[in-house]
């Protein structure tokens, strides 16, 4: 069985930071591009960052450009989602996914095959 866990949310004020941490189990995900969602209350799941197997290759939405960083370590089954200088329109539930495709990034929540139970990130104004 293919297992996503995120950890690292929490309450935080505008301007903080949060580390977000995703760890994979089940398989080798070494060669899955793995992506972060969120997901606001009465909103659709958006993408938030992805990076593909080798980590050379990062795709981000507009919104987080500059704030966050993705990252992964293969060796330790590990992606991150580093939020700096976080917004009160960050706050949602985020997801941490992955797609088979080592070497294609994707926006659309329907390319990603698995997906983990998602962790609540809170920015207080």
């Known amino acids: 069985q293919v297992q996503l866990v995120e950890s690292g949310g929490g309450l935080v004020q505008a301007g903080g930071s949060l580390r977000l941490s995703c760890a994979w189990s089940?398989?080798?995900?070494?060669?899955?591009?793995m992506g972060w969602f969120r997901q606001a209350p009465g909103k659709e799941r958006e993408f938030v960052a992805a990076?593909?197997?080798?980590?050379?290759?990062?795709l981000y939405v507009d919104s987080v450009k500059g704030r966050f960083t993705i990252s992964r370590d293969n060796a330790k089954n590990t992606v991150y989602l580093q939020m700096n200088s976080l917004k009160p329109e960050d706050t949602a539930v985020y997801y941490c996914?992955?797609?088979?495709?080592?070497?294609?990034?994707?926006?659309?929540?329907?390319?990603?095959?698995?997906w983990g139970q998602g962790t609540q990130v809170t920015v207080s104004s």
């Open positions: 089940g398989r080798s995900f070494s060669r899955n591009t």
């Open positions: 996914a992955a797609d088979n495709e080592p070497l294609t990034l994707s926006r659309q929540v329907g390319e990603y095959d698995y």
């Open positions: 990076i593909t197997w080798g980590g050379g290759t990062t």
